[in-house]
């Protein structure tokens, strides 16, 4: 199956090849091509922000397999894991194994857009998420994650007359109205009137 939007957010592991994906992003390819290990890291970092956000167990993927005696390497960052492949194993192979390893008891997504792997990933019945798809979904979370957090923030109004008494509110109001000289002005003529009737008496 194709992933959008709402599935992206169902998908209990996310499977992302990492090289794939940072060619496939204008701003990490820029990135990489001054700084590769800068790059990969920017990506752990989103992926990391988008891992907390969503709940999904997070693989990101790095391709090893062209470093000459390379044992591979899993390293935990943060709240995902980052799999460097061994030698003569590539990206494609690592997510294929694992997708086949863990796709008949949890709902996997790939994120690669590796055409052939896209292929292979949906006759293993995962999702596939392309790159673009991948960095659009993570937008709509970015955003989505925004908007709560504004909606947590109380407004100005909120937190100057939260707690405050109701009659004190009022008092409040009648001030930013100019209402307060008013009614005290009523309330002397009111008192001298009540002079004036006694003195009658």
Known sequence: YEMDGVRAMTCEYLLVDGYNIIFAWPELKELADVNLDGARTKLQDILCNYQGYKKCQVILVFDGYKVKGNPGEVIRYHNIHVIFTKEAETADQYIEKVTQQIGRRY????????????????GKGALRLSARDLQKEIKETNDEIN??????IPSKKNRLFD?????????L????????????????DGKG??????KKR
């Open 173 to 188: 109001e009648d001030i930013r109205l100019d209402r307060v000289k008013e009614k005290t002005e009523e309330r002397r």
């Open 193 to 198: 009137k009540g002079k004036k009737k006694k």
């Open 163 to 171: 707690n405050v008494d109701p009659q004190l509110l009022a008092y």
């Open 147 to 152: 908007l709560r957090h504004l909606k947590q």
């Open 107 to 122: 709902q996997v997504a790939v994120a690669t857009s590796d055409k052939l792997e896209q292929v292979i990933i949906l």
